[in-house]
């Protein structure tokens, strides 16, 4: 690790005005994966601008959006009475993410800017896009096993690490984002990026940017929801695959549906065209099978990770099956 320039910053105006000065300047908060990466040398930043003191940490409900600073703990989030009464997918989600310590102070802001655990980007001795750009893809032909099957180019075949993301993607959340310009608001789906031809780019954040908070708009979907990771071990571990599953059922049919997939691609996987499928048909095994199978249309396996084209189906199918029979 290099050495480098700490400071403590108090208001988010004097956070953009430091940033914009240094190009090689980073934000910490929890650190939980910053920190990581700088000590395994994948990232040297001469400069890092602490924003654990902006006040950025409420959690409010305004009229029908519930607003979530970007400083807020996991923990905190996953605990508050708002979010378990009416968005219990995000609780779910966000008590399935790494150690209780780790929520403690993780934020959900820095959740949302977490790197791939791909063993190649945090090995500097391999060929890894997304660490330099140009060195080739190390998975692609070596040990893939929770590796992506959605979405992959030929750069690059590394996943999206969040639970927190999956269940915000799926609640179709809004990130707010400050700049030099003011603030602007972008679709939670659309603030990660896929990997095409670059995959440095974890997301739509501009240089000189920070993310000030989250906007979630209440739903129906709080009675028959279910989050699904499928791991290797019960604690601490990342997904190979997870499904968050959201639906409001009434007499039997679906009325509204939400799902999205973690573990399978570069960045929190909505599947649209399932949902689509299913609004209006009844919650029956039967339906949520040709759903899964729908779900799979375009999915490629790499050797290691083939098992996931079966474990992913049987998946949407299980959350789906959990969710409908919660009162």
């Given amino acids: 690790m290099i050495n480098f320039t700490y400071l403590r910053v108090t ?8 940033i914009a000065k240094d190009p090689k300047a980073s934000f910490i908060a929890g650190g939980t994966n910053l920190v990581d990466l700088m000590k395994r040398g994948v990232t040297a930043p001469e400069k890092l601008i602490d924003i654990n003191h902006l006040p950025l940490k409420k959690i ?12 807020v703990a996991n923990s905190t989030l996953a605990e508050n009475e708002l979010v378990k009464n009416r968005f219990p997918l995000l609780m779910l989600a966000l008590q399935s993410g790494a150690s209780a310590q780790l929520r403690n102070v993780a934020t959900v802001g820095g959740n949302m800017m977490q790197r791939t655990r791909c063993g190649y980007f945090y090995d500097t001795t391999m060929p890894c896009n997304k660490r330099l750009p140009g060195s080739g893809c190390g998975a692609i032909a070596g040990y893939n096993r929770m590796h992506a099957i959605f979405g992959t180019s030929e ?15 799926a609640l179709d959340a809004k990130v707010v984002i400050a700049g030099a310009k003011g ?3 972008i679709n939670f789906v659309d603030f990660h990026r896929l990997a095409g031809a670059t995959p440095e780019k974890d997301n739509n954040l501009q240089k000189g940017e920070l993310i000030v908070g989250l906007e979630i708009p209440v739903n129906n979907l709080n009675k028959n929801s279910h989050y699904l990771k499928v791991r290797d071990r019960s604690s601490y571990a990342f997904a190979l695959v997870s499904v968050a599953a959201a639906m409001e059922i009434k007499d039997g049919r679906i009325l509204d549906i939400r799902l999205a997939m973690g573990g399978v691609a570069h960045k929190p996987w909505r599947l649209n065209a399932v ?6 048909k009844e919650a029956t095994v039967s339906n949520f099978e040709a759903a899964a199978k729908l779900a799979m249309t375009g999915a490629k396996g790499y050797g290691e990770n083939d098992f996931k084209l079966t474990l992913s189906p049987n998946s949407i199918i299980e959350a789906l099956t959990v969710a409908k029979s919660k009162a």
């Fill in 60 to 71: 409010e409900l305004i009229g029908n959006v519930l607003h979530v600073g970007a400083m």
């Fill in 155 to 169: 750069s690059c075949i590394a996943v999206h690490p969040s639970d927190m993301c999956i269940a915000l993607a």
């Fill in 183 to 185: 603030e602007r608001k």
């Fill in 11 to 18: 208001a988010v105006k004097t956070a953009l005005a430091l």
């Fill in 275 to 280: 949902e689509d499928f299913l609004k209006g």
